[in-house]
């Protein structure tokens, strides 16, 4: 005979009014807590020992770093990296390969000097580049290679003396760029004309140059603000004439000088500034070097003699700003209404000069008519002398 105990087979739980052991209410939760305890090893385990890390945002700031942290372990959903306020001084190619996720990287407050080209390139998502206060003398034209998400583009403070071409191509969707407290003396319409949705741009504390070489970059800062965009103070270093002058306020006609240059120089006034690559007018950028707009660098980057032709034809179209041609078309027609004003004038004088004469020999015939009827206008009536005294 079975044990009364075991012939009524598993208890039921629900008819004893109890829980299900294997249905607790306290196992999710347990679950749920190993899951995040799990993560939380997972992110100490690969956030830099110098670092402050969460889910999103790795902050290394002002750790007093002399090189790179290892970043290669952050999780790609890493979306801000923090790195001001220490020691770098070089970056090396890749070292941010794996942060496809990056919105916002800050390098600010560093002693870099140099930067490899595509330094960026996996960067696509970015939208937030500060390089402000480093020691960048020099961009490489490719550096920004990638960046197409970029918004806000900060590298005030350094020592850049020239903005080349091509640095700013993929940057379209750019909204706010500072180049304040650079080296920049001129820059080139060519290198900013990619940026057709840029709203803020900063460019004080910089030497400006108001000279030839600086014409086709205050017209382009005319058409940004004509369209809505922000310009800070351009001031003008030389020449001594327009020092502390904001060049914005410069009337164009000053540059006219600059057309008469050229002319004289058969078209070849972009090279006057001491043969610069790059001085060229616009159109250089489809000339040279596969149509890249970059000027060679090596002999066997300089294209055959047959593809040289075009150049010297490139240069003497150069290109001319709106405000430069509604100059030009207001002397035009301030010329022509001058004109017709003066022979206005010399009409007026001469028809003045004929009818005087005329008066004057009619006065000459009444005096000579008034012996011979001196008379008979004795008796007249003085109403009448006064008559014909008038007529």
């Not at 004795?378 to 007529?391: F, Y």
Request: one cysteine or more; aromatic letters at 4%; charged letters at 20%.
């Amino acid at each position: 005979m079975p044990h009364p105990l075991h012939s009524a087979g598993p208890p039921d739980w629900r008819s004893q009014g109890r829980t299900s052991p294997t249905t607790t209410p306290t196992r999710p939760v347990l679950l749920c807590l190993l899951c995040v305890l799990s993560s939380l090893v997972d992110l100490t385990n690969t956030c830099p020992p110098t670092c402050l890390c969460n889910a999103t945002d790795v902050d290394c700031s002002g750790r007093g770093l002399l090189s790179m942290p290892a970043l290669t372990q952050l999780p790609v959903t890493t979306r801000t990296l923090l790195l001001p306020n220490n020691h770098l001084s070089s970056l090396s190619p890749g070292s941010f390969a794996n942060l496809t996720s990056l919105d916002r990287l800050d390098l600010s407050n560093n002693y870099l000097d140099n930067l490899p080209p595509a330094l960026f390139k996996d960067l696509g998502n970015l939208s937030d580049l500060t390089l402000h206060n480093n020691s960048l003398r020099a961009l490489d034209r490719d550096l920004f290679q990638g960046l197409v998400g970029v918004r806000k583009l900060d590298v005030s403070l350094n020592g850049l003396s020239e903005i080349p071409l091509g640095l700013l191509d993929e940057l379209q969707g750019l909204t706010w760029l500072s180049l304040a407290g650079n080296r920049l003396h001129a820059l080139q319409r060519a290198a900013f004309e990619p940026l057709a949705n840029l709203q803020y741009l900063q460019l004080g504390a910089n030497p400006w140059e108001c000279d030839c070489n600086l014409r086709d970059f205050k017209h382009w800062i005319e058409w940004l603000m004509y369209r809505g965009g922000k310009v800070d103070g351009v001031e003008c270093t030389l020449p001594k004439d327009l020092r502390g002058r904001d060049i914005r306020g410069v009337p164009v006609e000053m540059f006219n000088y600059c057309l008469q240059l050229e002319d004289e120089n058969g078209g070849e006034g972009g090279t006057r500034s001491g043969g610069k690559e790059g001085s060229s007018p616009p159109c250089s950028r489809t000339t040279g070097s596969g149509g890249t707009g970059r000027a060679p660098t090596s002999e066997s980057e300089v294209p055959a003699a047959g593809d040289l032709v075009p150049v010297p034809d490139c240069v003497r179209r150069r290109y001319q700003p709106v405000s430069v041609r509604r100059a030009i078309g207001t002397v035009v027609i301030a010329g022509v209404v001058c004109g017709v004003v003066c022979i206005m004038m010399v009409g007026a004088a001469a028809y003045g000069c004929i009818y005087a004469s005329l008066m004057a020999k009619y006065q000459r015939e009444l005096k000579k008519r008034q012996p011979l009827m001196g008379d008979g206008e004795g008796d007249a009536d003085p109403e009448d002398k006064q008559i014909s005294s008038v007529a």
